[in-house]
């Protein structure tokens, strides 16, 4: 089993970019796939969620209107697109996965598993 976020860059406050989160070794369709993020010298917190039960989709606050998050089923691969990127979205971007029984803990790193190396993200002019 593997998730691997990649897409990270450097970019200028207002431009966007796009998060892949490819996964193996197991199906999309039996987890929720999550991203999360880390700031220099901050915890890492989350930022949204995909429930492949129902293609349901889940923000944070800080996020929201922002950020999308999407799923390609043929390419194994679960998307985060960042628009209208502030400086405070610096942070190296994680992806995990969380089995469906812990749905509640949806906002928490708690129980979600294998986590990738992550990408870095640079909102800076």
């Known amino acids: 089993v593997q998730l691997q976020a990649s897409g990270g860059g450097l970019v200028q406050p207002g431009g966007s970019l796009r998060l892949s989160c490819a996964a193996s070794?197991?199906?999309?369709?039996?987890?929720?796939v999550g991203w999360f993020r880390q700031a220099p010298g901050k915890e890492r917190r989350w930022v949204s969620s995909?429930?492949?039960?129902?293609?349901?989709?889940y923000y944070a606050d800080s996020v929201k209107g922002r950020f999308t998050i999407s799923r390609d089923d043929a390419k194994h691969t679960v998307y985060l697109q960042m628009s209208s990127l502030k400086p405070e979205d610096t942070a190296i971007y994680y992806c995990a996965r969380l089995p469906h029984n812990f749905f509640r803990l949806l906002k928490f790193e708690k129980k979600y598993e294998y986590w990738g190396q992550g990408t870095l993200v640079t909102v800076s002019s």
């Open positions: 070794g197991f199906t999309l369709d039996d987890y929720v």
């Open positions: 995909f429930d492949s039960r129902d293609d349901t989709t």
